[in-house]
């Protein structure tokens, strides 16, 4: 204790040691908790990371898809500095993750280079990677360049880089807008316009990229491929013919689980 400190002073002092030492429990604790999150997450939907350069619309684009009032946009820089998830759903009832992440900058202040690294770690481990564009801003082909040399230097799986679906965004402010010999689809997030095309490429690309199809089979009902079905794939509708003692069963199903299907019941047809 210094001489000069009274009795209060040193209670405060001590007080600020223990409070740096709970907020430092805090963090740890908040880690251990993302970590095992992300690891549920993954197991169970597939996830859909959005990027893209600052104030392209990512925020709003998982708004319009989720429909979660939760993810509030922001027209500010880094209004999101930590990265979110929001669940959705795909046309065919696949449940999917989408991770909102920090918007790309050309020049990063260097205070932030870290958090933001931090953030886009999660990228590398998703399924998909959209890539969202500002397509009316004036800098959008070169706000395109920074993201994808960003996305370069993350390292990604290649089949991850190569699979990159790119949407072009604020068409609404761009009359008569239409994406140029490219694969990208068209929308307006603040709109909705063009969401039911995106969500249908979505889910081409998520299914290819977990290695997923949506089938539609034929069972009989007197065997056990029904409670197999509902044991190794998703089943999604079941509609029972009474006069053939089958169903027509629509699944989405994994390739292995498929070929096993086959092996198991070689008298069920793919309809
Ligand atoms: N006109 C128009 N504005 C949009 C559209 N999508 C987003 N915006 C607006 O663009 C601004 C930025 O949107 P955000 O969703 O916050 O962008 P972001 O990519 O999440 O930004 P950061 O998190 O900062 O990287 C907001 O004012 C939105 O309302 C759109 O399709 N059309
Ligand atoms: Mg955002």
Redo the contacts with the bound molecule.
Sequence with gaps: MGSGESLVQVQRRLLKDKELKIRKALDRLREKRRLLGRQRRRREFPVVSMV?Y????????IKALTGDDAVR????????LDVTAHAGWLPSRVAVIYM?T??FLSQLPHSLIESFSATLEDVAHSDLVVH?RDVSHPETELQKATVLAALRGLRLPAPLLDSVLEVH??V??VPGYSPSGSQAVA?????GHGLPELRARLEDAVLRATGRQVLTLRVRLAGAQLSWLHQEATVQDVDVIPEAGAADVRVVISSSAYSRFRKLFPESASQ
């Design positions: 893209g600052t104030n392209c619309g990512k925020t709003t684009l946009p922001q027209d500010r820089l880094f209004a999101t909102d920090v918007g969202v965004n604020k609404d402010l929308v307006s997030a603040l709109l």
